[in-house]
């Protein structure tokens, strides 16, 4: 059984830093993509980041430069961290996984992440300005 577990949210000021992590139990694949969606107050869920398993990153256009997704593959926990955050990054945070696909062969972003099988509870992040 898949189970994924967020931690690492929180409240920060404007500027400040977040890491996020999440802990993948039950999901030990060769092949895979794992993500990071965020859903604020009144607005559709939206793709953050993601890793797959060849190492490979994709970021939205509002966090690059900002965000970075990392796995430890030894630990079996992703993480973002999150740098220079501002008012509109305030939102509850989902980590998600799905098994056979990579950036390359997903279009992990369209439909709010509908291609992804399995989702963590989600962490709550908020930055105050």
Do not use: H
């Not at 953050?48 to 030894?74: E, L, M, Q």
């Amino acid at each position: 059984q898949v189970q994924l577990v967020e931690s690492g949210g929180g409240s920060v000021q404007a500027g400040g830093s977040l890491r996020l992590s999440c802990a993948a139990s039950g999901f030990t694949y060769r092949r895979y993509i794992m993500g990071w969606f965020r859903q604020a107050p009144g607005k559709e869920r939206e793709g953050v980041a993601a890793i797959d398993s060849d190492g490979n990153t994709s970021y939205t256009d509002s966090v690059k430069g900002r965000f970075t997704i990392s796995k430890d593959n030894a630990k079996n926990t992703l993480y973002l961290q999150m740098n220079s955050l501002n008012a509109e990054d305030t939102a509850m945070y989902y980590c998600a996984a799905e098994r056979g696909y990579t950036i390359a062969t997903m279009a992990w972003r369209v439909n709010a992440g509908a291609f992804f099988g399995y989702w963590g509870q989600g962490t709550q992040v908020t930055v105050s300005s």
